[in-house]
């Protein structure tokens, strides 16, 4: 491995499902240890209910504040807060504040990128839902239905 360094606006842009993304550091770099990616969440806007079968992820809030739900706690994160989402947990988030936020999620194992990647490269129109569900599997990702009420 070698040293990486980023500016501020470097790195693998792509948007998905709407929300743009930055491969900020990929695991090819790391030898597949760690890949980093920033996420600028709309209102509303965030990452359904999941579970990642490789890979554990810890979400960093740069900005805004987030509602998180991992296993079967719930809480609130606002910049500066630190999330751990180990692998087999269920988790999600949902973005609450007015104007974009940004998360940096860190994936370790690195691999998640990849699904970042090709549903990225997908148009608007491709990226629908049952498809970057069923992309999903091949990177150890399954969606969960929506709770019901």
Not at 32 to 53: F, K, L, T
Not at 106 to 132: C, N, Y
Request: proline share 9%; aromatic share 8%.
């Amino acid at each position: 491995m070698t040293p990486l360094h980023l500016a501020n606006d470097e790195g693998k842009l792509l948007t998905l499902l709407g929300i743009p993304s930055n491969i900020r550091v990929h695991g090819r770099d790391t030898n597949g240890a760690v890949s980093v990616i920033e996420m600028r969440d709309q209102p509303g806007g965030g990452a359904p209910q999941h579970v990642h079968s490789r890979e554990d992820e810890t979400f960093q809030v740069l900005e805004g504040e987030y509602e998180f739900t991992c296993g079967d706690k719930t809480f609130i994160a606002k910049p500066g807060a630190t999330v751990f989402a180990p692998r087999d947990i269920p988790h999600g988030y949902r973005y609450l504040g007015n104007s974009p936020g940004r998360i940096l999620l860190i994936a370790t194992p690195a691999g998640i990128e990849e699904w970042f990647e090709e549903v990225g490269a997908l148009t608007a129109e491709q990226q629908d839902i049952p498809r970057v569900i069923e992309l999903g599997k091949k990177y150890g990702l399954e969606f969960l239905p929506p709770p019901q009420s």
